[in-house]
Structures are given as structure tokens and as C-alpha cells.
């Protein structure tokens, strides 16, 4: 395969880099991504006003949709082809806020996209457990608003 990905090298500069494509580890999948949207943290990204977390080349990027290309060991949820998009936030599972179902509170959360690898690879690798199906009648462009939509309604509805 020969893949690409964007890389924010340094503030103001992006770069099209040729990236590795392996198959995914144990618990991952790899993701061939279809489209992946630019949001206002990947501007702020590329205006260096987060070169305190991301470390150059990083690959930004956490709106996307695409379809699984390759499955790893002990994923047995997901298959070729499933259409899907990925929640960007990697838990421990290990903190005491993750023991008790807040995941979203993790202690060592990771974002995607901005502390890890994000969807700006052509070829992307999860955990397994951030993806997320997508309806067969939902098209990969408009399934790439799934997150933006899904944080505005989450920071929209009442206390």
C-alpha cells in the first residue's frame, strides 16, 4: 500500500509524508480513511499554540470516517469493510476514574490527534475500542461530522 499522512512539523508547517503501513497489533484495527475534517484544535496545532503536547511530525486530525482494512488479534467485534468512525479519546482502563465507567475523566487520558497518531494518515491504527459503526445508509462524507456533531450536542444539552 502506499500510504500517506499529513505531519505538522513545526508552527505553520504541514508536510505529505510517506507512512508505514503495518498490520495492527493485538486489540487494534487499521482504519482506511475516507475523509477527515479539519477542527479548530488542529488550528490551534498548526499555529504552534500546542507544541507543548503535540511533538513534531505529529499527525493530527479526530473527525474522520472510513472503513476497517485490517483487523488484529482478538478483535472480534469488527471485519473488512465495516464503515465506521473513532471516538479520539484512548483510555487506561486502569485509573480509578476508568474502574468506576468515567472514562471520559481518565487520569492518563489520550487524545488523539493531538497526544497520539490521528485520522491524517490514509492508513490509520486504533485500539478497537475506539471505533465506532456507522450506519450502512450514512455516507463517509457526511459520517466525518458524527464527532463535531456529537461534542456540540453533548456541550449544548442542559446541566
Do not use: K
Not at 488550528?43 to 513534531?56: K, Q, S, T, W
Not at 488484529?72 to 487506561?92: F, I, K, Y
Not at 456507522?134 to 449544548?156: C, G, I, K, N, Q
Amino acid at each position: 500500500m502506499n500510504a500517506r499522512r499529513v505531519a505538522y512539523t513545526a508552527a505553520r508547517t504541514l508536510t505529505v509524508e510517506r507512512a508505514e503501513t503495518a498490520p495492527p497489533p493485538d486489540g487494534h484495527v487499521r482504519i482506511d480513511v475516507a475523509y477527515t475534517g479539519i477542527c479548530g484544535t488542529d488550528l490551534h496545532v498548526y499555529h504552534g499554540a500546542m507544541d507543548e503536547r503535540v511533538n513534531p511530525p505529529g499527525v493530527l486530525g479526530q473527525e474522520m470516517s472510513g472503513r476497517i482494512g485490517q483487523v488484529g488479534a482478538h478483535v472480534t467485534e469488527w471485519q473488512a469493510g465495516d464503515a465506521v468512525t473513532v471516538m479520539p479519546l484512548a483510555s487506561c482502563g486502569q485509573c480509578p476514574a476508568c474502574r468506576a465507567g468515567h472514562t471520559h475523566n481518565c487520569r492518563r487520558l489520550v487524545f488523539l490527534g493531538i497526544d497520539a497518531v490521528g485520522s491524517m494518515p490514509t492508513s490509520w491504527t486504533v485500539q478497537a475500542d475506539t471505533v465506532v459503526r456507522l450506519p450502512h445508509s450514512m455516507r463517509l462524507d457526511h459520517a466525518t461530522l458524527v464527532e463535531p456533531t456529537a461534542v456540540a450536542v453533548h456541550d449544548s444539552s442542559p446541566a
